[in-house]
């Protein structure tokens, strides 16, 4: 069993910048993919960004170029940085855990999740 806590999240004009952070309880942290996916009022649940345990990485071509996503083995810990905010980053961010191969991008392949962290952009 994982357990995932966020944190970071706040109010933020727009153009500045978040650091979401997501700590994890496991002895085998550094063999699960991490991800982060948000989610604004009335919409779906989606990909933000992703990190394997070999550093391989992916992001949702909506926040490539603003977004990094980095993780601490030893620290047990991944964190996502949000740099050149928008009102439309406007969401609740969830940080994931995926235990076996699957695809980064899709919320159904993974296994343990965060109860999420508000992050607003202002106009």
């Known amino acids: 069993q994982v357990q995932l806590v966020e944190s970071g999240g706040g109010l933020v004009q727009a153009g500045g910048s978040l650091r979401l952070s997501c700590a994890a309880s496991?002895?085998?942290?550094?063999?699960?993919?991490m991800g982060w996916f948000r989610q604004a009022p009335g919409k779906e649940r989606e990909f933000v960004a992703a990190?394997?345990?070999?550093?391989?990485?992916g992001y949702a071509d909506s926040v490539k170029g603003r977004f990094t996503i980095s993780r601490d083995n030893a620290k047990n810990t991944v964190e996502l940085q949000m740099n050149s905010l928008k009102p439309e980053d406007t969401a609740v961010y969830y940080c994931?855990?995926?235990?076996?191969?699957?695809?980064?991008?899709?919320?159904?392949?993974?296994?343990?999740w965060g109860q999420g962290t508000q992050g607003t952009v202002s106009s």
């Open positions: 990190i394997r345990w070999t550093n391989n990485i």
């Open positions: 994931a855990a995926m235990k076996n191969v699957g695809r980064l991008g899709l919320p159904e392949d993974y296994d343990y």
């Open positions: 496991g002895r085998t942290f550094s063999r699960y993919v």
